[in-house]
């Protein structure tokens, strides 16, 4: 498993931020049981930049709090066995599934976590596993998509014992 981890802007958790990243990421290859070994890219910036990439990619002129680039488009959300006919989803360097890449932005982590009334390590962490969830295929344009995602959010954090 591969998980870069790039800062564009200053992170000043109060807390070990990688390894919460990657307990997330693990834990929700693990909720999925993803059969294959992964790369998965995690840039955290500030609200100026995912605004930026908000607009020219969703032609939202907003900051949002993350961002999910699926490379992978899946015919179902959350199963691989398609996948066993497809090399173009795979590193060709390191024979990993290449899921995508996580833009979080910090200063909305920090917002959110005060407007929800729950710490930042439980926003990150959140914010992770949601766009974790986006990278397998799954949305929320609907409420049953968004009961599913809900659920598999909230089933992550728990047994990692975030809640």
Known sequence: MTIAIEEETKVDFDFDYKRVIEAVINQAMDYKNCPYEAEVSVTLTDNDSI???????????NPTDVLSFPLVEYEEAGQFDFLEDRDDCFNPESGELMLGDIV???????EQADKYGHSPKRELAFLTAHSMLHLFGYDHMTPEEAAVMEKGQEEILAAIGIT
């Open 51 to 61: 605004h930026a990439i908000n607009k020219e990619f969703r032609n939202i002129d």
């Open 104 to 110: 979080i932005s910090v200063e909305k982590v920090y």
